[in-house]
């Protein structure tokens, strides 16, 4: 980041003792809590025991994507990027990358695929290690893009696919800013120390470039500024930076905004772009290079775009690292859409207002706050990457309500035989706020209550009775959600009773057809003891019809019983079941309930007329013919033909109706009440045509004139 040489041994020093310190630092860390900062803000640590921090990204799901700086010796270095879930970072790493992290390197940026949900990619700036893929022999800046599998949370090393390669590198300077606009991925690349290749078109230091990611690789936009410019590389967007750490996106103008660290006398951020040239290493800040104020504004021909903010050292620090525009509603109405940002030096969080008109309107509103990697907007709060702590924390404004998580629970089995092992899970968690949240879990058994980070707890009951465990879900500030039960059974006979099926009708019938009768009966394998003697099962069913329940029998005290079954009134519908409802009673009043569904058979019928496709009706619905319907089998239905069809200037009558399973035997009438078989059948109303007789057509055969 180097502010200047003086700057730049500084930070040097600082990385080198928490190259030996750090882990010591991470783990006498305390636990996270609010704590109060300048003026109405807090912060909350949401994930802890993190290794330099350097970047962090929001997934679609809510969980974080953190990179870390890296740790090791110059190219022997390692640099991890993790997943934090409900604000535990899992292990192992999803991935582990081989980079050089001497003073500023390692890992230098990172940024998610806008369809990041559907293909898992996310894109890293890194240094290259001596392990890398492709090491060349000497580190590089690279570009690359990986692969997150979202069901496992890990990145196969061989689904990097290496972007932009070979570009030069140094320990300071690297730059790292990465955004994506509008199908664009912007990198900010700094000027490795070298200053002249700011202004050079034809280098790629000390620039903003604008690419098109694609399968193999990118493309460069025929948009860019420098397109065709010769010597120029058609990937540069804007130039004229020198450290150009983190960038932003502010959606209400639809621009990106990028911090750049300055030389010797200023810091600035500036609004970007195409093409147009910030200065280094002419100018910095309002000034020309080296120059504090007073000074002189840049002549009107000289082609550089002044900052939006800018601060002097002397004033407000000497680095800035980290800036997102608030994009909420949650803090009072003078935070709305302004830039927050953070200075590595002087350590604070500051607002600016680039809609001012004031390059100076800069408020620092949380003093001492700590070093600051990355700073996004994410659900109504700031989030940072506090690299030497190795945290993420939340900021938030502690003027505005805190809206509560709300939540269900549920659990994989809800009744069994002791002991039972449940296993719970709070489903649907939702916050408007937060993005970490405690589970308070209280099993209804006299056991000790447990609170976890995870949204999942196993419990095992060890004695019968029905019991009613609670969740009740907090936010990292400490709203509750509702408290939420889940009631369990657990009992102590040997075996639950089991629902058997008889069709009467028809012994092998597993599915039932209409007109059939079914015996329904409780069947134990084990014993009775426990069992209510008097009210030992009770029975209801239910008739399910295209989502319309209608309960036939409800509280019915009996070990067995039968069911007419009677669908005709759903003639229409093959979305027609049965369900058996079985409750066992024990002595002590609690109950066990198990169910089975009953569901019909069903056939495809077909309805023909021959000579000529013609309208038929179907249960009082006009058809054209050919069609095919399905029925419950046992159904009756109603077709009818009509007395008369025109066909080449005839009116052909009605002979009858038949059927393919019966094709000798026609009905002469043409209305017909037929009841569903219970194999395909075709129906053809024949209608007669120079007293031909043609035998029935096969159901899969096209109709023929003679």
């Not at 109060?36 to 929001?58: K, N, S, W, Y």
């Not at 039972?420 to 408007?432: M, N």
């Not at 936010?475 to 009992?491: H, N």
Request: aromatic share 10%; charged share 20%; net charge negative.
């Amino acid at each position: 980041m180097h502010a200047t040489a003086y700057y730049g041994t500084h930070l040097k020093v600082a990385i080198a003792i928490f190259s030996l310190f750090g882990a010591l630092l991470v783990a006498l860390s305390s636990p996270a809590q609010a704590s109060p900062l300048g003026g109405q803000f807090q912060a909350v640590e949401i994930v802890t025991g993190l290794t330099l921090p350097l970047d962090i990204e929001f997934l679609p799901s809510g969980e974080l994507l953190i990179a870390e700086k890296g740790t090791g010796k110059g190219p022997a270095g390692q640099s991890a990027i993790r997943l934090a879930r409900n604000g535990i970072v899992q292990e192992p790493p999803a991935i582990v990358l081989s980079t050089n992290v001497d003073v500023e390197s390692g890992i230098a940026g990172m940024v998610l695929d806008p369809a990041f949900e559907e293909n898992g990619y996310f894109y890293v700036w890194y240094a290259t290690g001596q392990e890398a893929r492709d090491w060349s022999g000497e580190t590089k800046l690279r570009l690359s893009r990986f692969t997150l599998a979202l069901s496992t949370g890990k990145v196969d090393p061989a689904s990097e696919l290496i972007m932009l390669d070979d570009v030069d590198w140094q320990d300071h300077h690297n730059g790292g800013g990465l955004v994506f606009d509008d199908g664009y991925l912007y990198l900010a690349i700094g000027e490795i120390g070298l200053y002249w290749p700011a202004q050079d078109v034809g280098d790629l230091h000390g620039k903003v470039i604008r690419i098109r990611p694609t399968a193999s690789g990118y493309d460069i936009p025929s948009s860019n500024p420098f397109v065709g410019t010769k010597d120029a590389r058609g990937e540069v967007y804007s130039l004229g930076f020198r450290n150009p750490y983190r960038m932003t996106h502010r959606a209400s103008e639809d621009m990106l905004y990028l911090g750049d660290v300055g030389g010797s006398e200023w810091e600035e951020v500036n609004r970007i772009a195409p093409g147009a040239n910030y200065g280094w290493p002419v100018r910095e800040g309002p000034c020309p290079w080296n120059t504090g104020a007073p000074c002189d504004p840049p002549s009107p021909d000289s082609g550089f775009t002044e900052p939006a903010l800018y601060y002097p050292y002397s004033e407000l620090g000497a680095a800035i690292t980290a800036l997102a525009f608030y994009e909420g509603e949650s803090f009072p109405p003078e935070y709305h859409d302004k830039l927050f940002f953070t200075d590595l030096n002087s350590r604070y969080i500051a607002v600016g207002d680039v809609d001012a008109g004031d390059p100076t309107a800069i408020e620092i509103v949380v003093p001492n706050y700590g070093i600051v990697a990355d700073m996004k907007y994410h659900k109504e709060n700031l989030y940072t990457a506090n690299i030497y702590q190795g945290q993420v924390r939340m900021v938030y404004h502690n003027g505005t309500p805190n809206q509560p998580p709300a939540a269900t629970l549920k659990a994989d089995v809800e009744a069994g035989m002791e002991p039972l092992t449940v296993t719970f899970s709070a489903e649907d968690v939702t916050d408007p706020n937060d993005v970490v949240f405690d589970y308070h879990w209280d099993f209804g058994d006299g056991s000790t209550p447990v609170v976890t980070r995870t949204a999942t707890i196993t419990h095992t009951y060890t004695t019968s009775g029905t019991y009613t465990p609670t969740l009740t879900v907090y936010d990292v500030r400490g709203a509750q959600s509702p408290v939420l039960q889940q009631p369990i059974t657990v009992y102590r006979e040997t075996a639950l009773p089991e629902i058997v099926l008889d069709n009467l009708s028809r012994p092998d019938g597993a599915l039932y057809r209409n007109g059939e009768t079914i015996r329904y009966q409780a069947v134990r394998t084990g014993g009775v003891d426990g069992l209510d003697r008097e009210r030992p099962y009770t029975w209801s069913v239910e008739l399910h019809a295209d989502g319309e329940v209608i309960t036939l029998t409800e509280g019915h005290v009996a070990v067995s019983d039968t069911l007419d079954v009677d669908v005709s009134a759903f003639r229409e519908s093959t979305n027609v079941w049965y369900r058996f409802i079985l409750t066992m009673r024990a002595e002590d009043g609690y109950e066990v309930t198990i169910t089975r569904d009953l569901h019909p058979e069903v056939v495809e019928l077909a309805v023909e007329t021959w000579p000529i496709s013609t309208t038929v009706t179907l249960n009082g619905s006009p058809r054209e013919t050919p069609f095919t319907f399905d029925s419950i089998v046992g159904i009756t239905h109603t077709l009818a033909a009509a007395q008369q069809v025109p066909y080449r200037g005839l009116q052909l009558p009605f002979e009858g109706w038949y059927a393919s399973d019966h094709p000798s035997n026609p009905i002469t009438t043409r209305q017909w009440s037929l009841v569903a078989p219970h194999e395909e059948t075709t129906y053809q109303a024949r209608y007669i045509y120079h007293q031909l007789s043609l035998p029935i057509i096969a159901r899969q055969s096209t109709m023929q004139e003679p």
